[in-house]
Structure formats: structure tokens, C-alpha cells
């Protein structure tokens, strides 16, 4: 059972990185001289096991070797995203206490490596990622889970057992990074990739119809998207004209998927999608094939192998199943909100942890979500989630995007308000007012349905996909 130390000693080369037009390619052996090359600039700038190096790098061949050099040093690679400001920047350096920052508005990759040997370093020892979370309030906190005093070949097999085999992909292929890599998800998904040998398409920034040509020139196997981009994908017009056929595990997650846009994936694609729930915290928690998913629409999946769910009420009691509630999650690996031990202890029901989501189990312990507890609408005493009529109008022809939120009211507590996208070309308006709520007519209680449509040009979404209705909502109030 190799990883990628061992496949790049062993086939040198087999392709790591495929550029565009034959630009940016490098194979397992060039990767490797230039990762060595990267762990011993960082030691020789003082990077000890335990360390943190933050990054902010785009997508490609420099994210990619501060991912794999940190990862064999022992440190912490505290990736930050390029979109964030000076000041958002500086905090989570300073919070994390970074020993090195690689940027290129502070020292490059190309500066790290120069006239580095390219053997590998002195007392390898793995590392591992400390991703910050926005979470709901606050600043940002870093989520650290203690290191062990093991080399990456004997992480290897164990990262096998516990998550990897999960996914059910085989040795070799070709990985396409859809997201920005400072992200969990896309993250976990090329460092498993590089660790089965395959090589990896990382372009950076989703583009739609590019995506389909990359697929197709690349014969990419597998991917991990997020809702959003099913939405926009299914949009494209002459979408059926590309090769797919390449494609075995296009995986899904961070955000609800609505019922009818993972239909339509299915439909176009075939039973290729894989869907699984976790967190930055949990990692990786279900997996639900397509399968399982089409006898179920819905579900996020059952609990793998050593985890537990467990669903509470308002009132810190268990539930049974159809019953929605809390979700919490055993037998996690034991994580920290680095230097907040309130954050970390609020998360917490003895060993189980809550991602702040609210679903329900059903008799066969399928786990269904409804929404995150912080988005909550309750009016006139009535639970409304916004994930729900989220999904009934992205349902429409009309709606490139949507966001649900709760805004007061005097009578009601609060009133259900969305915020509308049109697809291009489509003018928000009264007519359009109307025919979205005949559209959710059948599919919502009036109870659920919007009290108000407002339309906009577009949703401050992150790259990944996720919306941020605190801020939508804080907004839409100071407007």
C-alpha cells in the first residue's frame, strides 16, 4: 500500500499535474525534488514539528507542494484564502502564530526552494491541516487535531482504513479540483488523489463550460463539486455534446443539494454521483452512492463504520427516528478550536460533536437535513427551513440562484424573504414575483412560502459554494 512518496521514488514518471496546452505539467519524480525542496526551505527557516506555515496561493503546482512539503515536516499548513483582505489575512496569521507565510506578496515558492537539496528531509514526521472555520459569529478559529509521531508511509495505511476507503476509488486516475484548495473538502480530495497516484487537472477557478472541456480532454475520473455548480452545469446549453463517459465518482457535498438538481445529475450523468456529510471538525462521516440515494431522495447517508449519530431535542434529549433535531456525531477524531476552549467545549456532548445542523434518522438510520440551527426561521411558532424553499425555487427555470432568509416581524416573529438571481436575460419583476409563488403554490405550505422576493444580480457565495446567510441576512436588514 503506497502513498505518494513511494509512487514518485518508484514511477518518477507518471503524471502528477496536467497543465492547459501543454503548459504546467510535471510528473510524480519533478513534484517530488521540488516538495523536498520546500520541507527543507522550511526547516531551514526554523519550522519545527507542530509549527504552523500558512499559505496563500492559488490553485496549482505551488499549492500543491506546500500541501505535500508541510505534510512530511510534521507542520500545520494553515491555507488562506487569496479573496480575503489584508486584515483578514494578518488576523489568522497572527492567531495561528505561522512560523513561515508563502505568498507571493511575501515569499514565494520559487524563493522557498532555491538551492534546497532535493533529498528528502531529516526526521520525516506527518503533518496535517489547521483550516480556519468562519463559523457564525466572531472571528475565524482554526480547527487542530494533535499530530502523531508517525511518518507519512505509516499514516498511509490508517488513513486508509479510517476515511479513504470510503470513496471507493482505485489506484490511478485523474482527479479534477473544482474549488479553491484552501478548503477542507477540495484539500482532502487532492491529497487522497496524489496519494492513490493519480494525477490532478487544477485550473484556477470553476468555469462552467470549461469544466465539461477539461472532463472530456482529460478523461478526468473522478471530482468533488458542490450544489451550486450542478445548478450551473445543468444550465449549460449544449452540455450533452461533451464526453463524460470518463467520469466514475463525481462527489458532492458542504451545502444541501436540492432533490430535483441531484435528480437531473443523475439523469444526465448517470448513477455517478457520491454524496457524503461531514465537517472541517468531523471530516468525512456518510457516504451514499447514487443508488442508495435514488431509494431514499434525500439522504446524506448512514454513519460509516466506528461513527454514530445521535438526535436531540431543544431540550438535550435523544429523539427517535422521523423525529428532527440536533445532529450529533460519535466517534469522531478528537479535535480543538486552536486557543478557544469555550468554542470547543460548546460543541460538545461528551465525546459527540455537532456540526450546528438540525436532521431526523430514519427506522434504518439514513440521516436526513433539514438545515443549520443558526438559519432557523421560526414563524408564529412554526420551525421554516430555508435549505426547503431553497430547493422549491431553484426548481424553476427562472432561478439561477436563491437565498432564504428570516427577517422580524411584528405579528409573525419572523417573515420568510428571498432573495432571487434570475437566470440571464430574465428581469426580476412582479411577473416573475407571481409565477414563483404559483411555483411554490403546490410545493410549500403557506406557512413556508415567501412573504416578500426581492431580486439581485448575484449572492455573495464563497468558492466553494456555501452561503453566508448571516451576512446575506445582516445586509439585507442594514439596506
Known sequence: MRGFYEIAADDPERPALLGEEGIGHIDYGGLLVRVNQASNGLTARGVRPGDCVATVLKNGLDALTMMLATYQIGAYLVPVSWHFTTDEIDYIVADCRA???????ALTVAELVAGQPSTAPEHRRAGSMMLYTSGTTGRPKGVRRRLLDLTPEELHPIMMRKSWRHFGLPPGGVHLV???????APYGQAMMALHLGHAIVAPERFDTAGTLRLIERHRVTNAFMVPTMFHRLLAVPDKESYDLSSLTHLYHGAAPCPPATKQAMIDWLGPVLWEYYGSTEAAVVTMVSSQEWLARPGTVGRALEGMTFTIVDDDGREVPPGHPGLVYIGGINRFEYHGDPDKTAASMRGRDYTPGDIGYLDADGYLFLLD?????????????????VEAVLLGHPSVADVAVIGVPDLEWGHKVVALVQPVAGVPGGDELTAELLRHCGPRLAKLK?????????????????????????EAYLSG
Do not use: F, W
Not at 458 to 469: M, N, V
Open 178 to 184: 473544482c474549488s479553491q484548495l484552501y478548503h477542507s
Open 99 to 105: 512560523e513561515v507565510v508563502v505568498s507571493p506578496a
Open 372 to 388: 443549520r440551527r443558526t438559519d432557523l426561521i421560526i414563524s408564529g411558532g412554526v420551525n421554516i427551513y430555508p435549505a426547503e
Open 449 to 473: 412560502q415567501p412573504r416578500v422576493i426581492e431580486y439581485r444580480e448575484a449572492l455573495p457565495r464563497t468558492p466553494t459554494g456555501k452561503l453566508s446567510r448571516r451576512n446575506v441576512r
